[in-house]
Nanobody, 123 residues
Framework: EVYLVESGGGSVQAGGSLKLSCAVSGYTVNYCMGWFRQAPEKEREGVAIIDSDGRLYYADSVKGRFTISRDNDENTLYLEMNSLKPEDTAMYYC??????????????????WGQGTQVTVSS
């Protein structure tokens, strides 16, 4: 079983930065991992994913502002968010699955999800 616990969310003003962390336990070697978000009354969307070879993929809306990284020694997934905008406000979730679906910035196979961490960006 895989367990994911996010942290690092909070409230910032537009232009600010936050770094989210996702502590991972369980077997995730060669897994695809990623960050997803869901704003009120909107569907969940992929933000950034990292495949088992370390290749990175981002949503167009966050390219150049967000950076996903993975520390296998610490079993932690990160999302560094800079130049935050009000439209980045959402609940952010980390997730893991056997494969990435790059064209949809999604996951394939049994998915594991954290409980989420709230990010609020004020104008």
């Amino acid at each position: 079983e895989v367990y994911l616990v996010e942290s690092g969310g909070g409230s910032v003003q537009a232009g600010g930065s936050l770094k989210l962390s996702c502590a991972v336990s369980g077997y995730t070697v060669n897994y695809c991992m990623g960050w997803f978000r869901q704003a009120p009354e909107k569907e969940r969307e992929g933000v950034a994913i990292i495949d088992s070879d370390g290749r990175l993929y981002y949503a167009d809306s966050v390219k150049g502002r967000f950076t996903i990284s993975r520390d296998n020694d610490e079993n932690t997934l990160y999302l560094e968010m800079n130049s935050l905008k009000p439209e980045d406000t959402a609940m952010y979730y980390c997730a893991a699955a056997p494969r990435c679906v790059v064209q949809f910035l999604g996951l394939w196979g049994r998915n594991y999800w954290g409980q989420g961490t709230q990010v609020t960006v004020s104008s």
